[in-house]
């Protein structure tokens, strides 16, 4: 199971397909998954908060997020979902390819709107919520999509699309902002390349001296810079991402524990129940028989 399988695991309700690409689905943090790991696509993304709170990481920095929140996600951000102390989450993932949105034609929407959004020259925010300026007109943009999406009438893909650019130009005419700075270019690049290589290899035994290697570095500089980034050693991070892959794992499949862990890269059975239990605070057998 890589991130895109994690991610998507839940039940779609939508009709998206290649030559219309908009999914659907609602999640539950930390009932469906304990967490959803650092990752990227070229898709964008809306987070839509529905109940209760839960923390959102964009580009490495993390916001807690509450009910009514919509999170904006930008094609190639990396991004992440997490418990927000003891409290649970509710919430809806949106998930479009630009092209339904983009002219196959230069226009003015593509060129002075959402290029230079997808290369930073402009920005929005991230977090849409109650308190920001037509809080209210924004949202229902997303509910009437939702709405849309209960029966799919139709020649709802024109419906869809018109939410959809609703939304935008009300972000676009009353919170654009010309004076982002993003985070460095190069930080963010460096680390897609090590979560990708993460997603891509947790399974299999991965030394510093083999992340290192991928990004052209030495195995002190790699260290260094990687808990200097995320604020946790290499190691603790790669267990953790390998915690996260077992539990869904435990409650999605009847498979052995012992596989279980052998799958997502622990080679000691011990090793893995007592990392477990630290992170979730129950055993792998416990945690799947209370679900």
């Known amino acids: 199971m890589n991130i895109s399988e994690y991610e998507?695991?839940?039940?779609?309700?939508?009709?998206?397909?290649?030559?219309?690409?908009?999914?659907?689905?609602?999640c539950s943090i930390p009932l469906d998954f304990s967490s959803v790991p650092l990752h990227w696509h070229e898709e964008m993304e809306i987070i839509y908060i529905k109940k209760g709170r839960g923390m959102i990481t964009i580009d490495l920095n993390s916001h807690p997020v509450s009910a009514g929140t919509l999170v904006l996600i930008l094609p190639g951000q990396l991004h992440g979902i997490s418990q927000y102390?003891?409290?649970?989450?509710?919430?809806?993932?949106?998930?479009?390819?630009?092209?339904?949105?983009?002219?196959?034609?230069?226009?003015?929407?593509?060129n002075d709107f959402f290029l230079p959004l997808f290369s930073n020259m402009i920005s929005l925010p991230a977090l849409i919520t109650p308190e920001l300026e037509n809080y209210e007109k924004i949202a229902?943009?997303?509910?009437?999509?939702?709405?849309i999406c209960k029966t799919y009438p139709k020649a709802f893909q024109f419906a869809i699309k018109s939410r959809l650019f609703s939304f935008f130009y009300l972000l676009f005419s009353t919170c654009a902002d010309t004076s982002h700075l993003p985070k460095s270019k190069r930080t963010l690049d460096k680390m897609k390349k090590i979560i990708k290589y993460i997603d891509?290899?947790?399974m299999e035994k991965i030394t510093i001296t083999d992340i290192a290697n991928e990004i052209g570095v030495s195995a002190s500089h790699f260290m260094k810079y990687f808990k200097n980034t995320m604020g946790t050693?290499?190691?603790?991070?790669?267990?953790?991402?390998r915690l996260t892959m077992a539990s869904r794992l435990l409650l999605s499949s009847d498979t052995p524990i012992l596989l279980i862990a052998n799958d997502v890269g622990f080679d000691n059975l011990s090793y893995f129940n007592r990392l477990f239990k630290k992170r979730f605070g129950t055993t792998p057998s416990n945690y799947r028989k209370s679900r």
């Open 8 to 26: 998507n695991y839940q039940e779609k309700k939508s009709h998206g397909s290649p030559s219309f690409p908009y999914t659907t689905y609602l």
């Open 85 to 110: 102390e003891k409290d649970s989450m509710e919430y809806e993932n949106i998930i479009f390819h630009p092209d339904i949105l983009l002219s196959k034609t230069a226009d003015d929407c593509s």
């Open 140 to 147: 229902s943009c997303i509910d009437e999509a939702d709405e």
């Open 200 to 202: 891509c290899n947790y």
């Open 233 to 241: 050693s290499f190691t603790c991070y790669l267990n953790e991402y």
